[in-house]
Nanobody
């Protein structure tokens, strides 16, 4: 089992950048594929990005491709989401998720979730 804690959210103007972090407990972090999802008010929780256990494979939603970068540091038990060129449509609560299966793009692909961190982009 793994516990996840996100941080790094906040308020930023359109065009700005933020880096989210997700710290995982336990000594087996490198066994987990990691995902980032986001949920805007009144909307479904949508896939944003995913990274496999080694960091060698990543996948992005079309809406963030070229602007967001997911990475991980297995030595620090942490996964990151670098977000550039933010716009108002990126405003949401961002969640990280983990699972021992190969990385997935659906919410049901992940068994473990953090509590989320709010990102607000002003236009």
């Amino acid at each position: 089992q793994v516990q996840l804690v996100e941080s790094g959210g906040g308020f930023v103007q359109a065009g700005g950048s933020l880096r989210l972090s997700c710290a995982a407990s336990g000594r087996t972090f490198s066994r987990y594929s990691m995902g980032w999802f986001r949920q805007a008010p009144g909307k479904e929780r949508d896939f944003v990005a995913a990274i496999n256990w080694s960091g060698g494979t990543t996948y992005y939603a079309d809406s963030v491709k070229g602007r967001f970068t997911v990475s991980r540091d297995n030595g620090k038990n942490t996964v990151y989401l670098q977000m550039n060129s933010l716009n108002a449509e990126d405003t949401a609560v961002y969640f990280c998720a983990a699972d021992t299966k190969n990385y997935g793009l659906r919410r049901n692909d992940y068994a473990y979730w953090g509590q989320g961190t709010q990102v607000t982009v002003s236009s």
